[in-house]
């Protein structure tokens, strides 16, 4: 629309005087990605995040996220355009709860999902994302228990890639991906047969894809992905037509970086009402009026700290 128009000039023009960099997630909305100097996943976010030579990062994705950001450059001002931003899966778990289960596994190896508080980070040993879980429990020494939170699909999924048998999961789930389930998988199964399912780990449909995968029916053509891993296989994949079993933002930046392909959504109304909170005209206002920071504490952010560069160091 005309309206967004205007605020896309706006927005470019403040981001050059205030020498900000934009940094949006992959389920953003279409206007938000289309201002943004750089679209991925948690990790590339982090990983740009920590590298950026800007003053101020506009975060545009959720409250985590943005804390995150923060953590990693602390100097620098981080701003989310929606303090409402959250994420029902980092809600699932708190400082208390974490420090009961510990005290239950003294011993135990505390391995956080990026999805989480940045106290819940700092009570733990490692970070981890999606596209790099496998690798950094596979780091940890076999002898070691292993506490995963807070998703329980990412963490059954890890626990079976890597055999291990002393991981405990915490039984937290996204209510987006959650909703993604094995009936969702074997509907599309039956009406695209040459397609390429791209599953996140985060779905309660993960088991099955995986045993689909095991089975033959997705031998060659199941992937378990981050978001940025869908991305880079729906570049280099030969397939004509993807089912993507996430959050259906996604689903803009690889239509439009993949225009001859066709990307099919599992399930129409997997939306992220917490993604979407972000919109254009909050974006232009948080560079208008520098709001709304985020900030972690100096004594939480070097512990957290420590977790994502083990993490980093890993992947
Ligand atoms: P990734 O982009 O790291 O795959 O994470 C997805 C997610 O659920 C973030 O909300
Ligand atoms: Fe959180 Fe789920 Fe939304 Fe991702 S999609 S931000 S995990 S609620």
Known sequence: TMLDLDYKRKVVALKEQKNAVILAH??????????????????ALSKNAATTDADVIVFCGVHFMAETASILCPEK????????????????INVHELQAWKAEHPD???????????????LSDYCCTSSNAVKVVNSIPRDREVLFLPDLFLGSYVAEVTKRKNMYIWPGECHVHAGIKADDINKMLATFKN???????????TSSAMYHMSKGDLAKTGHILSTEGMMK?????????????????????????????????????????????????????????NVYEVKVPKDVADRARLAIDRMLAIS
Request: hydrophobic share 40%; net charge negative.
């Open 108 to 122: 135990a190896v505390v391995v956080s999902y990026v999805n989480t508080t940045a106290d819940v980070k700092a």
């Open 233 to 289: 296989h729906a570049r280099a994949s030969d397939a004509k037509q993807f089912v993507v079993a996430t959050e259906t933002g996604i689903l803009y930046r690889m239509q439009k970086e993949n225009p001859d392909k066709e990307f099919i959504p599992i399930k129409r109304d997997a939306v992220c009402k917490y993604m979407k909170k972000i919109t254009l005209e909050k974006v232009y206002n948080s560079l208008a009026h």
């Open 195 to 205: 397609a390429d399912f791209l599953v996140h780990p985060e779905c309660s449909c």
């Open 26 to 43: 992959n389920y953003q909305l279409p206007e938000v990605q289309d201002v943004a100097d750089f679209i991925g996943d948690s990790l």
């Open 77 to 92: 001002k981080v701003l989310i355009p929606d303090l409402e931003a959250g994420c029902s899966l980092a809600s699932t």
